[in-house]
């Protein structure tokens, strides 16, 4: 399947930042970039994979819907499967961007769990940015418990008002990150947890671009 990518290259850069967005992130990107850009310290590329069936092609394995009547899908190998052998090669072919520079896959909401995801189902990340990831999936704390993580680093994030739901289901979100962090720690993973302020739909550029920013700077 042929996917819409959004790229601002550097080919000085030390990270790559690669991030699966939806189609109203698209008007929040520039913010995200700009602001990274504003924070760093070293030169980055960021690339952006426009994911048009959020529930299907981000989600791990199949999963009951938690809000509407749309359920979730299993489309998540299929993605990876695309980053690694279509999306990267093509990069490396088109900007000469090389094995030298960090990967860090990351993203916000269901791209974050699924960025996590990642990071236990491949070696080429170097770390995951996952701003308020959907933890609260189905089934995905055994799995987090259960699987070895590859990546070297992580950061975690979520709004302090994110729990803070009548949906049963996602009000877990709270508790849950705070097991995926003690998890990560217990296996002695490098993570770093911050609390922003506000719910989930609050400043989600920006806390996307923090997470890869403290990645790049831990």
Aim: hydrophobic share 40%; with cysteine; proline share 3%.
């Amino acid at each position: 399947m042929e996917r819409k990518s959004i790229t601002f290259i550097n080919k000085n850069s030390k990270y790559l930042l690669l991030q699966c967005i939806e189609e109203h992130d698209e008007a929040l990107l520039q913010n995200e970039y700009n602001y990274i850009l504003k924070h760093a310290d070293v030169p980055f590329s960021l690339v952006a994979i426009r994911i048009n069936d959020w529930n299907s092609e981000l989600s791990p394995w199949k999963a009951p819907a938690v809000f509407g009547n749309q359920k979730f899908g299993s489309g998540a190998a299929e993605t990876l499967r695309y980053i690694t052998e279509k999306l990267l090669p093509q990069l490396i072919n088109d900007y000469y961007i090389g094995n030298e520079q960090k990967l860090i896959i990351g993203g916000y909401s269901l791209s974050a769990l699924f960025a996590l995801w990642c990071g236990y189902n491949t070696d080429i990340f170097y770390g995951v940015a996952a701003a308020s990831p959907s933890v609260w999936f189905n089934g995905w704390i055994d799995f987090a418990r259960d699987n070895t993580f590859h990546a070297d680093k992580v950061y975690l994030s979520l709004g302090d008002k994110e729990e803070k739901t009548r949906n049963q289901i996602m009000s877990t979100v709270g508790e849950n990150i705070k097991l995926q962090e003690q998890i990560f720690k217990d296996k002695g993973i490098p993570c770093t947890l911050e609390w922003n302020e506000g719910n989930h739909f609050k400043d989600s550029d920006i806390r996307t671009a923090k997470a890869f920013l403290g990645l790049m700077k831990l």
